[in-house]
């Protein structure tokens, strides 16, 4: 079955092993700035939405906050579990953004990292306000990738000929006025911060093959994107790797 038949939550179970390995993860700057200018410290309650296999949740349980990890993807939420196995501050909950299964006004922090693009916009906000604590604080987290250099522009080019659902659900809508529109009635802090991935061939290709976009084998573009893939790293390598740069994007509502 083709990804762009399957639902939002489902999508994500045949690149589970891709995701895991080969996704950037997140800054640390990105806790260092909530807990410099938003009082955020770890004796307070965070809820990861959409939580994945955990690479944001990650930030905060290395760092003892009580995290809860909400995601509807069994095998996504099952990675996390392994991966904060002998942490007793994780707790990986099968919910979504509009229903988490969490109790109201218990939540200081909600976090959502590359996922907010995914949730129904007026349900998931529903469900933020009824489990926030007052004054609790909202940060949505995107890596969006700079497209400055010769490399990453040919990239670019490479994903919107090959890859017919790149478009789909586009994270890159959700910038700073979208969002102020969506939380009209709070505050919106934007923070951009640096962050990037080195890869060899093997990691390039499986960070490709993370995405939802990404056509299966069987598709007539897989084969042309394959080759343009390996053309891209034979003429951009150094040292046989290649270096993706990004932006990592913070808005945080409170």
């Known amino acids: 079955m083709e990804t762009s038949y399957l639902s939002p939550i489902e999508r994500f179970s045949p690149l589970v092993e891709n995701y895991a390995k080969y996704r950037p993860g997140y800054p640390e700057q990105i806790l260092f700035t909530l807990e410099k200018h938003f009082g955020i410290n770890n004796e307070k309650i965070i809820a990861d939405i959409g939580s994945g296999t955990g690479q944001l949740s990650k930030l905060f349980v290395n760092k003892y906050y009580q995290t809860y990890g909400i995601e509807p ?13 002998t942490y007793l501050n994780f707790k990986a909950i099968k919910g979504t953004a509009e229903q988490t299964f969490l109790y109201s006004e218990s939540i200081d922090l909600i976090v959502a990292g590359q996922s907010f693009h995914w949730f129904d916009n007026e349900m998931s906000k529903i469900e933020f306000n009824r489990i926030l604590k007052h004054k609790g604080i909202i940060a949505l987290i995107w890596n ?84 343009g893939m390996n053309k891209l790293y034979e003429n951009y390598k150094c040292e046989e790797n290649i270096t993706i740069e990004y932006n990592t994007l913070m808005f945080v509502i409170h």
């Open 73 to 85: 993807n069994d095998a996504m939420r099952m990675v996390s579990i392994n991966e904060f196995a």
């Open 144 to 227: 969006e990738r700079k497209n400055e250099t010769e490399f990453m522009q040919r990239y670019e080019r490479l994903l919107q000929k090959h890859c017919s659902n790149y478009k789909i659900n586009n994270h890159k809508e959700y910038d700073y006025r979208k969002i102020k529109e969506l939380f009209s009635e709070k505050k919106v802090d934007l923070f951009i911060f640096e962050n990037q991935q080195k890869m060899d061939f093997t990691a390039f290709i499986g960070r490709l093959k993370s995405c939802s976009y990404c056509p299966s084998e069987n598709d007539k573009h897989y084969a042309f994107l394959m080759r």
